[in-house]
């Protein structure tokens, strides 16, 4: 009946529109609410979150483009936020490695690779995309470790989690298509594919309130490190000092 489409259509719309404003909203209120804390490197997460965002929306709306067309739009997307949180994340662990640099050639010549080798052989471009994004995920995940080794925070451990739950989600389609030769898409169709469906809500929320939890962890470390270095320069002071006053009795009494 014309009536349930059109009900069904509305909801899906509803749904959509609901999922949409959580990718995008929850990294923007995490970056505003972190303006006093912090640091220069805070403006990447939030670019990077806001292509995962753009990426949402051309997935859940589906432009009038062929259907390759929107999945070359998406993967390209998906890769620089991808891309983007690793650049924010590196430079939390303050390392500085060409690999990064070559990450970024490689998303180049992968990401129209996929979508030919989907276009061609469809498994094969299915595995290589999901591969790629889990090569891609690890390398954030090994950079949070490095960051979470120099100083422990409970936001590190939550976008670790964050990065966790989507690469499982690549890991199994991945699987799926090599082994079962089953393209899994996301959706609410059944259990599996709302679970992908589903990692992506969880890891925007995971990492959004990781950063925030991060940036305070930063901002109380940064006034610890800040309040010891002007006691010890208090301290050296009052010692210059003392030394000083005995250095001009001894000089007086001589």
Known sequence: PRG???????????????????????????????????????????LGMGFFAAAAAVYLFRPDLPVLWSAAIVRALVYISVLLINEFVRRASKKQRPFDIALWAVALIVAPLTVVLQYHFNEIGVIVHHSFMVVLQVTVLGNLVSVYMRGPSRGLISMSAGIAVVL???????????????????????????????????????????????????????????????????????????????????????
């Open 4 to 46: 349930t489409v059109h009900s069904s259509r509305m909801d899906s719309l509803y749904q959509n529109v609901i999922v949409l404003t959580v990718i995008a909203g929850l990294p923007l209120l995490s970056w505003a609410v972190s303006s006093p804390r912090r640091n220069a490197s805070g403006f990447l997460f939030l």
């Open 168 to 254: 499982m989600a690549n890991l199994s389609q991945a699987v799926s298509a090599g082994l079962l030769g089953v393209v899994m898409r996301p959706g609410l169709d059944d259990i599996v594919s709302s679970s992908i469906y589903l990692s992506n809500i969880v890891c925007v929320m995971l990492f959004s309130i990781g950063y925030w939890s991060y940036m305070v962890d930063v901002s109380k470390r940064a006034e610890i490190d800040a309040r010891v270095a002007q006691n010890t320069a208090e301290q050296q002071r009052k010692v210059a000092e003392s030394v000083a006053d005995e250095m001009a009795r001894l000089v007086q009494e001589r």
